[in-house]
């Protein structure tokens, strides 16, 4: 394979644009793993440049290619499959760089970019040929059995994974075809870096009693929380109609957005709702398709996601630097922050699961019974407004790492109160209260002690003792006196200010529900 032969490559020569500094570090480890033999992965936040990445490794091996020797490149969808191209082909010239899917099949060139569906395909038509390299974009989806298959076929001299979604899965399953991580750019590297924009995670409040006012809840939501263009989630076509039709209802310029319309409907709306035409778009696939819209300010996560992989990905894209944008709002009713717990991991065998397919996601709710269940599912039971101050804070946290995930899941009962080791350890840890921002360190800190902590549930203590581990370091084997608070830009919650006084006076934490 080209990138271990003697002629050496200046990276990025020629290049139109100044590559980000990660990108920058990236690629010689890339080559780095390669040359040891290795299948590595790239785990970066969407939105951080993986494409061009991409297209910079490919240029580095292509000037080291054999005459007759391929280069492929694979994505889940064929949107992600001309995306690429465009991202490649400006870098190495359309003649080099082909594509092969439904309609286009071009397997002469020396390299191609396919969609995982047609990899198989295409491994019949390059029988015998010297695939050099393989590229797996969003490597999530090359565990089915097709893909492996053709991977057979295929057997590549080196092989790379992109991906933008380094969580373990519900299921906990591994990856087969990649066995490291050559580099990892998180949430926070890419706050510091200002790749996205810090994110307001709003949960529900508890006014609302019943489940079925859960659509009403995030008109609530949206009305006070969120300006701008914004994005609404729905279970499928049927669902998202009537809630862009109950939109309208409450003074909301909306439309739904789905795979019926005409593509070229769906740009005009799109563009609609990032000239102000349009105030929202209820979708039901929409952020997970590739689809790219930084112009986005808000997220309102109305149906639950079941699939990890594709709520990051909901999230994920919410987030990316727009100019004028400092701010994205993520609405979450049903607290899947907390369900989906994401945090970064360090085992590539634990960081993946399989993303279902929109045929997959189609085949799930055909069955109506099933399509109910999910649409009835309620928000977040109401939760007192320190508990969700606490979790808000916790789950900004781990999302960037700073806090891990405990070693072992608690199953906290409803009324569950704390245990005296609980408030002990606590107690033990409040030095760690020092590194957190100003701005929340002194409301914190008045939760710590224990006339008030003896009133608080187990579950809340639990996540303050997570909070405090995570900055003393202990979870990611620092010496405490070494730790400091790495990214500064993440936005933690701040307490309302009548909490605040409340808390101050306050003896016992049932004197706050009086």
Known sequence: MGVQGKMTIQYWEGASFRPRDWQEKALPEIIKCLKQGKKPVVSAIMGAGKSVLIAELIWV?????????KILVTAPRQSLVTQLHKTIANRLGEENVGMFFTYIKEPEKPIIITCNASAGNLSLKLSGAKISLLIGDEVHGTEADSFKFAYSKFQPACSVGFTATPYRSNKKQTLTLWDSVAYRYSAGDALRDKVIVPW????????????????KICIDLIRMHCKGPGIVSAIDIEDAEYYAEYVGDFGY???????????????EMLQQLENGELDMLVHVSLLAEGVDLPFLRWLCLRRPVQARVRFVQEVGRVLRSYPGKTIAT???????????????????????????????????????????????????????H?????????????????????????TWGEDTVSTQSQRDRVLKLRFATRWLPGYVRGDFKMLLHEDKLIGFKA???????????????SARGHSKRHV??????????????PIAGLLFKAARYEDLHR
């Open 61 to 69: 091996a292509f000037h080291k290619l054999k005459e007759g020797n």
């Open 200 to 215: 307001n995670l709003v949960h529900w409040n508890g006014r609302h009693a019943h489940a079925e006012e859960v659509d």
């Open 253 to 267: 310029k909306a439309a739904a957005i789905h795979s019926r319309i005409p593509k070229d409907k769906r740009a």
């Open 330 to 384: 993520i609405l979450d009713p049903h607290d899947l922050f907390s369900l989906h717990g994401l945090q970064n991991e360090e085992a590539l065998g634990e960081i993946i699961a399989v993303d279902p397919d929109e045929e997959e996601l189609a085949s799930l709710v055909k069955d109506k019974v099933e399509r109910d269940k999910i649409i009835k599912m309620p928000p977040a039971k109401a939760v007192g």
């Open 386 to 410: 320190l508990e969700s101050w606490v979790k808000r804070m916790l789950s900004t946290m781990r999302a960037c790492g700073v806090c891990r995930p405990a070693k072992k899941e608690w």
């Open 459 to 473: 579950e809340m203590v639990s996540n303050i003792i997570d909070i405090l581990i995570g900055l003393a370091g």
């Open 484 to 497: 400091y608070w790495h990214f500064p830009n993440i936005p933690l919650p701040k307490l309302s200010a």
